[in-house]
């Protein structure tokens, strides 16, 4: 989608630090990291929020949430632990409309988020 922050980066039209890719994913570092680990795991094809994901897209929401545990993995925060989240909407604070699992770790959080 020609307007979008992370389209742009997943055609290569604004930089990112990338830390894992494949035909259908893109993983980089968060431009302003919340934790020791913070990665944006989205689909190279552009899905807006949650709300827009249809059970076609049952595949990729699978990889996304598999990549983004390989990933904590070759952190070390697979057994001390991490959390991943996709916001949706307003409310849960989406600012970027191309949905991203954030993956974050490396400190202890809390519950509930804010
Ligand atoms: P959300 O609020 O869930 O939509 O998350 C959007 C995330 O994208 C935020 O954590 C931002 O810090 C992050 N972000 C915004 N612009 C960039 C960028 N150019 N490169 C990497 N991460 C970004
Ligand atoms: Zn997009």
């Not at 934790?35 to 076609?56: E, G, M």
């Not at 993995?73 to 849960?92: D, H, L």
């Not at 604070?93 to 804010?114: C, D, K, S, Y």
Request: some cysteine; charged content about 20%.
């Amino acid at each position: 989608m020609a307007d979008c922050l992370f389209c742009k980066i997943v055609n290569r039209e604004i930089p990112a630090s990338i830390v894992y890719e494949d035909e259908r994913i893109l993983a980089f570092n968060d431009i302003n990291p919340q934790a020791p680990t913070h990665v944006l795991v989205v689909p190279k094809a552009h899905i807006a929020t949650l709300n827009d994901v249809s059970s076609q897209d049952d595949q990729i929401v699978g990889e996304l949430v598999r990549r983004a545990a390989a990933i904590a993995k070759t952190r070390g925060i697979s057994a001390g632990g991490f959390r991943t989240v996709f916001n949706t909407n307003r409310e849960a604070g989406q600012t970027v409309f191309h949905i991203h699992l954030h993956l974050l770790g490396g400190r202890a959080m809390e519950w509930p988020p804010g």
